[in-house]
């Protein structure tokens, strides 16, 4: 069965400081996709990025990187220099061979004080 | 260019009594997904279309749920006697087709239910 861990419930840093919110993620496919989405304050969740299994290269973004290992099945996702507009729910997500379902963590509650 | 829309945005509703929400996708995009979140317990997968069709409802926490849509458009999910512990916010996501692996999920406001 897949899942899908992200074990830090609530965070809450500095502006400017740096960020990592982790996932773990099981699933017993050898092709599987792994998203992150950020919901903010307004509930819409807004899409991050998605990886397949295969790239296991590192990807940055503005501000945002995502650290993929399939060694420890993780999918870390760091903001730098966090900014006060960074504060929502983080869900790290999977879909395994089967496409057309999603399978979301519990999120991680960010909050960044001024 | 209408995002995905959810009406009504909250309701409040006795239990034992029936609702339903509603959900408009974006124009053009074949699939529709149904997600329930509840306070602790992130975004749980509900059913999904493929056009009208429904092939997953595996997510449906019990028969009291169901789910419908027309035209390949328009979506309804509707809970009948409700419970207590059916509050929660039920988001939808409309994308091109189901296909994740390609196609991102565009979400809605959500309808935040309240059974008192």
């Known amino acids: 069965a897949q899942k899908v861990t992200q074990a830090q419930t609530e965070i809450s840093v500095v502006e400017k400081e740096d960020v990592t919110l982790d996932c773990v993620y099981e699933t017993r496919d050898t092709t599987y996709y792994l998203f992150w989405y950020k919901q903010p304050p307004s509930g819409e969740l807004v899409f991050l990025i998605r990886r397949n299994s295969f790239d296991e290269q590192n990807e940055i973004s503005g501000r945002y990187s995502w650290n993929f290992q399939k060694s420890t099945s993780s999918f870390n996702f760091t903001i730098t220099a966090s900014q006060v507009v960074d504060s929502a729910v983080y869900f790290c997500?999977?879909?395994?061979?089967?496409?057309?379902?999603?399978?979301f963590g519990k999120g991680t509650r960010l909050h960044i004080l001024p | 260019g209408a995002g995905v829309s959810q009406s009504p945005s909250n309701k409040v509703t006795e239990k034992g009594k029936d609702v339903e929400l509603r959900c408009d996708p974006i124009?053009?995009?074949?699939?529709l997904y149904w997600y329930r979140q509840s306070l602790g317990q992130g975004l749980e997968f509900l059913i999904y279309f493929q056009g009208n069709s429904a092939p997953d409802k595996s997510g449906l926490p019990s028969d009291r749920f169901s789910a419908e849509r027309t035209g390949g458009s328009v979506s309804t999910l509707t809970i009948q006697r409700t419970q207590q512990e059916d509050s929660a916010v039920y988001l939808c996501?409309?994308?091109?087709?189901?296909?994740?692996?390609?196609?991102?999920?565009?979400f809605g406001p959500g309808t935040r239910l309240t059974v008192t």
């Open positions: 996501a409309s994308s091109l087709v189901a296909s994740l692996s390609s196609y991102e999920q565009y």
């Open positions: 124009s053009g995009h074949t699939a």
């Open positions: 997500a999977l879909t395994e061979n089967r496409d057309d379902k999603i399978i």
